[in-house]
């Protein structure tokens, strides 16, 4: 497919000769969007027919490690094989996994389940980025992004409601199961309009370095999470986890620069734009959790909201998010991308900081109200670096550099929800335990003080990106090479 000329809507709409791949990568990207919303809601009503209420992090961080992992592998494959496949891939493992952690028996098979859904995430999310990536220019991903943030703006409602209806009137099994007519529907509809030609070449999977990156992640989250909690901090379980993931991730990195087609090419962390925009990323992945994963819990069992209340809290966030979206393209075509990340990631930082402010007088009311100016901050914060880092690069490279940045978000979110997980763990152990009001507020409280700590770094990674306008050098393939 070409890519078209102008950016007016008739050339990015449902009726140009591109709108059925658009329609059918809005469907994708719904899946994953109610999927990242949906569950936190549901989370008390798990635990009380499964049980085991300090496990239920692992929920999020097994599903974003998952994801995290995997993503350098599909990206790579999708340079060298080309996008459908991998994303038709993607949406089966994850209606797999759902069909699964739907029928889950207990916390640990439905944690189990749950790595199945995030190896379909790592393939179905940073596809259907990398096409819109390869079938738009940047001018016309201003509008584009309009239509992505639809979706997105629709999930937020949706993914809440339907997770707090569920719990609270159906089952929790049903945030899984509805899933299943929408992978359906997804992948029949790129199977049927997107079509490419790709110059297939031999390629060699990096094994040893995905192997190396799943142990070294693996044991640095298990350290975090069980760490003060199944064992003690100072421990030889505690102690040997860290130290594992320490050596695994230090030999990975020796074994990238040596591999030939590595799954994540640290080569291009040495180009300034893409290092900063990962480094953003890392940081909206950690903000984004902090708030999804631990603002229902608090809600639910500081104040005894209902979940489809709690869930109306969070979907402010989401809601904030898809609207920043939809004119950060106008925004960054005028003032360029950084100063677009910049504006964003201030906002998000206010609200972070207002929040950690009211932790200790929960409110459902002030709660959504500064979940909103969070999420508004990161839709003028995630896109406009993400597109910043496609732009740079040419098709060959577009995939790795876009698995790249959502690699790095689902590792921010994942070793964020982990050390988050670990202070309220810690601070609800030390407490009182998991009912006691004064104990949930205090350990709610200092997450929050960590995701605003979390949304600083991110600010100060914006202020690494390259100045200027969108056609400056910087922002065109082979001008960010140093």
């Not at 929790?172 to 790709?198: D, K, M």
Request: glycine share 12%.
């Amino acid at each position: 497919m070409d890519t078209g000329e102008g950016i007016g809507h008739a050339t990015v709409g449902f009726g140009s000769e591109r709108g059925p791949v658009l329609a059918a990568l809005m469907l994708t990207t719904g899946l994953i969007a109610i999927d990242a919303t949906i569950l936190a809601t549901a989370v008390p009503s798990v635990v009380a027919e499964l049980g085991e209420f300090d496990q239920f992090p692992w929920l999020f961080s097994v599903y974003l490690l998952a994801q995290a992992v995997s993503v350098p592998i599909y990206s790579k494959l999708a340079d060298t094989i080309g996008r459908k496949p991998v994303v038709l891939t993607g949406i089966g493992l994850f209606l797999l996994g759902s069909i699964l952690a739907g029928v889950a028996w207990n916390m640990t098979a439905l944690i189990v389940f749950r790595v199945v859904q995030g190896l379909g995430a790592g393939a179905a999310a940073p596809m259907a980025m990398t096409i819109i990536g390869d079938l738009y220019t940047v001018e016309e991903r201003a509008l584009v992004q309009g239509y992505l943030a639809s979706v997105w703006a629709v999930a937020s409602v949706v993914g809440p409601a339907l997770g707090g209806v569920f719990s609270q009137f159906v089952s929790w099994r049903w945030i899984f199961f509805v899933n299943i007519p929408l992978c359906l529907i997804a992948a029949w509809a790129l199977a049927r309009s997107f079509h490419e030609t790709v110059q297939s070449r031999r390629h060699r999977i990096d094994v040893a370095g995905a192997a190396l990156l799943t142990v070294g992640l693996t044991a640095l989250i298990l350290g975090l999470l069980e760490g003060g909690n199944a064992w003690a901090w100072a421990s030889w379980p505690s102690l040997a986890s860290f130290a594992v993931g320490a050596v695994a991730l230090t030999v990975f990195v020796a074994v990238e620069r040596r591999a030939a087609e590595p799954i994540l090419d640290l080569s291009l962390l040495g180009r300034p734009l893409i290092r900063s925009t990962t480094l953003v990323s890392l940081g909206v992945g950690a903000l984004l959790i902090g708030i999804t994963s631990f603002v229902p819990p608090y809600l639910q069992n500081a104040l005894g909201a209902a979940p489809l209340v709690a869930g109306a809290a969070v979907s402010a966030l989401t809601l904030g998010w898809p609207l920043a979206a939809s004119t950060a393209g106008r925004v960054y075509l005028r003032h360029g991308f950084r100063t677009t990340v910049l504006v964003g990631s201030s906002i998000a930082l206010a609200g972070a900081l207002a929040l950690a402010l009211i932790g200790p007088t929960p409110n459902v009311v002030a709660v959504g109200a500064v979940a909103f100016v969070i999420g508004f901050g990161l839709g003028w914060t995630a896109a406009p670096s993400l597109i910043a880092a496609q732009a740079s690069v040419e098709w060959s490279e577009r995939g790795v550099v876009t698995g790249i940045n959502v690699f790095a978000r689902s590792a921010g979110s994942a070793v964020g929800v982990a050390v988050l997980g670990a202070i309220a763990n810690h601070l609800i152990v030390a407490g009182q335990g998991e009912h006691d009001y004064a104990t949930i507020v205090d350990a709610s409280t200092w997450v929050f003080r960590a995701v605003a700590v979390a949304a600083a770094l991110t600010l100060l990674a914006g202020l690494r990106m390259p100045p200027g306008a969108v056609d400056d050098s910087a922002f065109s393939p082979g001008g960010n090479a140093t």
